[in-house]
């Protein structure tokens, strides 16, 4: 079984800037793949990154069309733990971020995580 908390949100204004932290834990925590989900309010779960296991594969990373150039998804095996860079934020960013593991192949799709973490709001407004 993986753990998985969330840090690093809070509000900022639209062209800020935000680092999100996935810390993770329990039996082979770096063998799965990761992704970010972005639940805005009253709306689903969207994927905005993803990156493959380091332990078993390349690491593959995918993004959004809304994340390209202003998201950067990476990983420490190390710490056990996974970040989501946000740059050029913009008010749509708005909602609570969620990290999740599945198995080694990354998807933006939320079918097919087993874990999730608790969340962590994420607010851009002027």
């Known amino acids: 079984q993986v ?3 969330e840090s690093g949100g809070g509000s900022v204004q639209p062209g800020g ?7 993770t834990s329990g039996r082979a925590a770096n063998n799965y793949a990761v992704g970010w989900f972005r639940q805005a309010p009253g709306k689903e779960r969207v994927g905005v990154a993803c990156i493959g296991s380091t332990t078993t ?3 593959t990373t995918a ?13 420490d095996n190390v710490k056990k733990t996974v970040y989501l860079q946000m740059n050029n ?9 969620y990290c ?8 933006l799709s939320p079918r097919g ?14």
């Open 3 to 5: 753990q998985l908390m």
């Open 17 to 23: 800037s935000l680092t999100l932290s996935c810390a």
């Open 57 to 59: 594969g390349d690491a």
């Open 63 to 75: 993004y959004s069309e809304s994340a390209k150039g202003r998201f950067v998804i990476s990983r």
């Open 89 to 97: 934020l913009k008010s749509e960013d708005t909602g609570v971020y």
């Open 100 to 107: 999740a593991t599945r198995g080694w192949t990354p998807s």
């Open 113 to 126: 995580y087993d874990y999730w973490g608790q969340g962590t709001h994420v607010t851009v407004s002027s």
